[in-house]
Antibody
């Protein structure tokens, strides 16, 4: 069965960086894209960007460009999301999410599997 | 950026009742809309994609409809496990965006 297992909670100081991992199993890792979505406490969902797990290509939401880096290590079926210059409003649960496609438009149809989430707390 | 507005913010209903949730887009998203359910402390779960297609394993009491700018998620008869927050999300273009959510609570 498909599983996305994320790294544990992190506490960081403002200005620091955090790197969250997402280990996939139960499917062909390089056959899919991985997206990252975050959720601030008590708030809604915010899309951050994606990694093509085959080529390593990426695309980020404009809000995060310059601060986020999404990578992958195909040898261990793991995707990573690194966010730098952390601020207090980056405090959130960060999810990795696999997507599937139902057509050839180039936009994912939906997020069909999600990691359990990683809480990142930014506090001085 | 496409803005998705969900209403109502909170829906108070009893088990067995019908729930009707709305999602309105700031511009047409054709039928490119998905719905997710999220319970406290858990990741979202895909319910519906492309406006009306149930995801694998989702019970038939969940149905989606709509196109263009107005969409509806209907739960025909609420089960105790259906009390949760529901989000819509479009896939017309980048960035992908989500609605603010509708909380379905027990009356």
């Amino acid at each position: 069965q498909v599983q996305l297992v994320q790294s544990g909670a992190e506490v960081k100081k403002p200005g620091a960086s955090v790197k969250v991992s997402c280990k996939a199993s139960g499917y062909t890792f390089t056959g899919y894209y991985m997206h990252w979505v975050r959720q601030a406490p008590g708030q809604g969902l915010e899309w951050m960007g994606w990694t093509n797990l085959n080529t390593g290509g990426t695309s980020y939401a404009q809000k995060f460009q310059g601060r986020v880096t999404m990578t992958r290590d195909t040898s261990i079926s793991t995707a990573y999301m690194e966010l730098s210059s952390l601020r207090s409003d980056d405090t959130a649960v960060y999810y990795c999410a696999r997507v599937f496609y139902s057509d050839s438009r180039g936009y994912p149809t939906a997020f069909d599997y999600w990691g359990h989430g990683t809480l990142v707390t930014v506090s001085s | 950026e496409i803005v998705l507005t969900q209403s109502p913010a909170t829906l108070s209903l009893s088990p067995g009742e019908r729930a009707t949730l709305s999602c309105r887009a700031s511009q047409s998203v054709s039928s490119y809309l998905a719905w997710y359910q999220q319970k406290p402390g858990q990741a979202p779960v895909l319910l519906i994609y492309d406006a009306s297609n149930r995801a694998t394993g989702i019970p038939a009491r969940f149905s989606g409809s709509g196109s263009g700018t107005d969409f509806t998620l209907t739960i025909s008869s609420l089960e105790p496990e259906d009390f949760a927050v529901y989000y819509c999300q479009h896939r017309l273009n980048w960035p992908l965006t989500f609605g603010g959510g509708t909380r379905v609570e027990i009356k």
